[in-house]
């Protein structure tokens, strides 16, 4: 596969629930991506871990988002008061160990907020 | 921001037709990704094109870069059903960024 576990794979929750989705890559590759793609729409950016540098978050929706890596490894994207319009598929990935753009996917955890 | 503009943007065929799907953006990228992502999948990396007027084959599929490197397009040759899939054109931010930005995709259904 593409060296990228996400879980859950899917989670329903209730309008204005935390939600917390985790993604492993395999280890040595220090850039991690978030995005998030909604039906009809294309993916969008979250944001991006580059090894100890600050993270860049600047595609977070809103303060509600919010997401950590921890040991350079494990990352988890927290989603606090969900709303349904957070409802989306949420895609980790990894780059390339030498930075050329490609990036390489978890399956994604498919979030469903009623 | 670099937009990348995909077409068409749905696409349904019979088996065995050929399609042409494109990526354009008004913006120069030192390099392009495709992926395809199936139904409840991450997308897969296709290939990278990186120099103008670049072709690529990889089986039945060809990808083309641009001359400006503006613009790419993938042609798929007699299409099977296990081509169904939303295909996605990528390439860095503006600016240099790491941050790839996507297409919206071309969703294409191959009827056995």
Known sequence: GAGVSQSPSNKVTEKGKDVELRCDPISGHTALYWYRQSLGQGLEFLIYFQGNSAPDKSGLPSDRFSAERTGGSVSTLTIQRTQQEDSAVYLCARGAVVNTGELFFGEGSRLTVL | ?112
């Open chain 2, 1 to 112: 921001t670099q937009l990348l503009e995909q077409s068409p943007q749905f696409l349904s065929i019979q088996e065995g037709e050929n399609l042409t799907v494109y990526c354009n953006s008004s913006s120069v990228f030192s390099s392009l990704q495709w992926y395809r992502q199936e139904p409840g999948e991450g997308p897969v990396l296709l290939v990278t094109v990186v120099t103008g007027g670049e072709v690529k084959k990889l089986k039945r599929l060809t990808f083309q870069f641009g001359d400006a490197r503006k613009d790419s397009s993938l042609h798929i040759t007699a299409a099977q059903p296990g081509d169904t899939g939303l295909y996605l054109c990528a390439g860095p931010g503006s600016g240099g960024s790491y941050i790839p930005t996507f297409g919206r995709g071309t969703s294409l259904i191959v009827h056995p």
